[in-house]
């Protein structure tokens, strides 16, 4: 371990993802730094036996859940509960439930998780954290209320009823939308390249939260689009030289069960690397501000 000098830093852990190598740092010092921490006792389940699909794809050894108390077993088998309470790490009480999220979009940068506050350092200059509060938390999931949605300049009217929500998680790799919401959003959002790759700030979908909205760029979501061929295998549409290949928003539909929103999206990798994202497990809250990345995420193209 070692400890931060990095001016206004706030009070935290932090594990840094570089390639299959995890490390840790102290994000700042503490009045009781003679006290060990890093280390806590805290319960989790194992399994005997598990299905080849989709496991057998999977590079990494479990699962760090990072959900409300509600969602785990008991309290000792929640991370952020366990911690806290352990002393794992260093934090001012009122922020010692909370953990920031950092997602790299290239090689030049690590990706992040801070325990015990968050660092200023991944927030772009000038950018304040807009917290939303998170509702329904019996469920154990980080749910914020969405109050509108905006594809390409239009606001739809998915959400007039009050019911939409938003999970933010940090194991989906896309944005999931309804079924019925997907279909639309990517009519709106399919759009001609306009340049070299999906890349550009149009169109954008916007979802507004109660006091802060996701903005999602083509950069950010758009991918080339696919077609089938004989075999209805997918291929990439060929890269023309007139700049007329289609790109289309990369979006999972997924309709979730009671006790959750029909109208209920996920907002997984694209948010979570696009905006610094930090939970509060205190209030609960989850606060987002533009991430400051060392160069602009890439636009996806054919190769």
């Given amino acids: 371990y070692r400890v931060s000098d990095t001016p206004g830093a706030s009070l935290g852990t932090s594990m840094l993802q570089a390639g299959k190598k995890t490390t840790s740092d102290f994000v700042n010092l503490s009045e009781d730094r003679d006290k060990k921490?890093?280390?806590?006792?805290?319960?989790?389940?194992?399994a005997t036996d598990m299905t080849d699909d989709p496991f057998e794809n999977f590079g990494f050894d479990g699962i760090l859940g990072l959900g409300l108390r509600s969602l785990s077993q008991a309290p000792p088998f929640n991370l952020v509960e366990s911690g806290a309470k352990e002393g794992a790490w260093y934090g001012d009480d009122h922020r010692l439930k909370m953990f920031g999220v950092f997602l790299a979009v290239s090689d030049f940068e690590h990706s992040e998780i801070t325990f015990g506050g968050y660092k200023p350092e991944h927030i772009t200059a000038g950018e304040q954290i807009s917290w939303n509060k998170v509702y329904d938390g019996h469920l154990g999931h980080w749910q914020l209320a969405v109050k509108s949605i905006t594809a390409d300049g239009?606001?739809?009217p998915f959400c007039d009823d009050g019911t939409c929500r938003a999970v933010v998680d940090t194991g989906t790799s896309l944005l999931a939308v309804p079924s019925s919401l997907g279909r639309d959003l990517i009519s709106r959002l399919r759009h001609k390249e306009k340049a070299p790759g999906c890349g550009g700030d149009l169109p954008t979908l916007e979802i507004e939260l109660e006091n802060f909205t996701v903005v999602l760029g083509p950069t950010d979501i758009a991918r080339p689009e696919s077609v089938p061929n004989l075999q209805d295998e997918p291929v990439a549409v060929p890269k023309q030289t007139n700049s007329t290949s289609t790109c289309m928003p990369?979006?999972?539909?997924?309709?979730?069960?009671?006790?959750?929103s029909p109208k209920t999206l996920i907002l997984g990798e694209p948010v979570l690397q696009k905006y610094y994202t930090i939970f509060d497990a205190l209030a609960p809250r989850i606060g987002f501000a533009t991430a400051r990345h060392v160069q602009p995420k890439r636009s996806a193209s054919v190769s």
Avoid at 37 to 46: A, E, K, V
Avoid at 250 to 260: R, T
């Fill in 37 to 46: 921490h890093g280390c806590l006792y805290m319960r989790f389940n194992t």
């Fill in 154 to 156: 239009v606001r739809l």
């Fill in 250 to 260: 990369m979006l999972m539909f997924l309709n979730l069960p009671d006790p959750f």
